[in-house]
């Protein structure tokens, strides 16, 4: 294939935190592919969408909302077809992808598909996990602490393992599990020192201590850094 496929970290939500090197990519591009969930919404365009090329042609890609991974591989695997075929006709495709392509993005499955088969440039970009620690002015760790990230989605036999000795967590993809979580950081003496940072970098940026949570409220597009460590940053 003659093209050169762009996989783009647009950030975590504030236009303003691409890096230069994706504004360039995204100015270049010919054809721009982006995930599209089953409502309509496609929060990397909506990211990104001010640095386009003008004239670039959309390639939106339907991502089902499914727990079940064989919708997802399918979906991955057609929306894989369709930009071989603008690379092989020697297009630049950008695949846009929310936080890193590669700190749990959807980037890294197109990038296993056509690994070998095409030239690949991978621009990372801010993190989730980075845009939360900002938001909360808060570290995520300091000297020889280790940080653990720790997805909510695990059963809670390994999320209480990996917590007991942990000094520094961030909890992502924390959505329906918030009730469960919050349990667990009790259990295991992390819900002291947890803050809670919703939406981070974007208009509806929240950053809430972990306790002041009331019963039946959850919040949405969230992640929680925990701390329960020795260092005066953490005090």
Same mark, same amino acid.
């Given at each position: 294939?003659? /093209?050169?496929?762009?996989?783009?970290?647009?950030?975590?939500?504030?236009?303003? @935190?691409?890096?230069?090197?994706?504004?360039?990519?995204?100015?270049?591009?010919?054809?721009?592919?982006?995930?599209?969930?089953?409502?309509?919404?496609? @929060? !990397?365009?909506?990211?990104?969408?001010?640095?386009?090329?003008?004239?670039?042609?959309?390639?939106?890609?339907?991502?089902?909302? +499914?727990?079940?991974?064989?919708? /997802?591989?399918?979906?991955?695997?057609?929306?894989?077809?369709?930009?071989?075929? %603008?690379? !092989?006709?020697?297009?630049?495709?950008?695949?846009?992808?929310?936080?890193? =392509?590669?700190?749990?993005?959807?980037?890294?499955?197109?990038?296993?598909?056509?690994?070998?088969?095409?030239?690949?440039?991978?621009?990372?970009?801010?993190?989730?996990?980075?845009?939360?620690?900002?938001?909360?002015?808060?570290?995520?760790?300091?000297?020889?602490?280790?940080?653990?990230?720790? =997805?909510?989605?695990?059963?809670?036999?390994?999320?209480?393992?990996?917590?007991?000795?942990?000094?520094?967590? +961030?909890?992502?993809?924390?959505?329906? %599990?918030?009730?469960?979580?919050?349990?667990?950081?009790?259990?295991?003496?992390?819900?002291?020192?947890?803050?809670?940072?919703? %939406?981070?970098?974007?208009?509806?940026?929240?950053?809430?201590?972990?306790? !002041?949570?009331?019963?039946?409220?959850? =919040?949405?597009?969230?992640?929680?850094?925990?701390?329960?460590? +020795?260092? !005066?940053?953490?005090?």
């Amino acid at each position: 294939m003659s /093209g050169t496929l762009f996989l783009v970290g647009v950030g975590p939500g504030d236009p303003e @935190l691409l890096t230069l090197k994706a504004v360039r990519v995204l100015g270049a591009a010919e054809v721009i592919a982006y995930p599209v969930t089953g409502d309509g919404a496609a @929060l !990397a365009l909506e990211i990104a969408g001010a640095h386009v090329r003008a004239g670039a042609l959309r390639l939106p890609i339907e991502m089902p909302m +499914a727990v079940e991974r064989a919708p /997802g591989q399918a979906a991955y695997d057609a929306a894989v077809a369709k930009i071989a075929a %603008h690379l !092989a006709a020697g297009r630049r495709v950008a695949w846009l992808c929310e936080g890193d =392509p590669l700190f749990y993005g959807s980037a890294m499955y197109v990038l296993a598909r056509l690994a070998g088969r095409a030239q690949i440039e991978i621009v990372p970009g801010v993190t989730s996990l980075t845009a939360a620690a900002a938001a909360a002015a808060r570290p995520l760790a300091a000297r020889n602490e280790v940080l653990k990230v720790l =997805p909510a989605p695990l059963d809670d036999a390994r999320l209480r393992a990996e917590l007991m000795g942990a000094e520094a967590v +961030a909890i992502i993809k924390v959505g329906r %599990h918030f009730d469960r979580i919050r349990a667990l950081l009790e259990e295991t003496g992390h819900a002291a020192g947890a803050i809670v940072i919703e %939406h981070a970098t974007t208009a509806g940026q929240r950053v809430t201590p972990l306790a !002041a949570f009331g019963p039946g409220e959850r =919040p949405y597009f969230s992640t929680i850094l925990c701390y329960r460590g +020795a260092e !005066a940053w953490g005090e």
